[in-house]
Nanobody, 125 residues
Framework: QVQLVESGGGLVQAGGSLRLSCAAS???????MGWFRQSPGKEREFVAA????????FYRNSLKDRFTISREGAVNTVYLQMNSLKPEDTAVYYC???????????????????WGQGTQVTVSS
């Protein structure tokens, strides 16, 4: 199981941008990576995912025009660029690793094997 650490969260005004980072302890293998977010009282929801090669991506439909997921080519470091942030984006954002075989990008939390501790993103109006 890989250890994941998110960073880059913070307070930003509506319309601003943040870039989240996720660093993995294991660089010997590449994993499919995903971002999820969770607000108090709400279910953890899928944000974006990326293939091992960094070329295939999948987004939550409502976020695809504002958020971009990317990764380093040779290591399990993944980023989430968030633009035009809205107060509704306020949540704890989690990085997750999917160690399963294949190229299918999962959108449900239970398909992921490892999780970071989360980083708080707060968007003020």
């Amino acid at each position: 199981q890989v250890q994941l650490v998110e960073s880059g969260g913070g307070l930003v005004q509506a319309g601003g941008s943040l870039r989240l980072s996720c660093a993995a302890s294991d660089t010997s293998s590449l994993y499919k990576m995903g971002w999820f977010r969770q607000s108090p009282g709400k279910e953890r929801e899928f944000v974006a995912a990326i293939r091992r090669d960094g070329r295939g991506t999948f987004y939550r439909n409502s976020l695809k025009d504002r958020f971009t997921i990317s990764r380093e080519g040779a290591v399990n470091t993944v980023y989430l660029q968030m633009n035009s942030l809205k107060p509704e984006d306020t949540a704890v954002y989690y990085c997750a690793a999917d160690q399963s075989f294949g190229t299918v990008l999962s959108t449900t939390p239970n398909r992921y094997d490892s999780w970071g501790q989360g980083t708080q993103v707060t968007v003020s109006s």
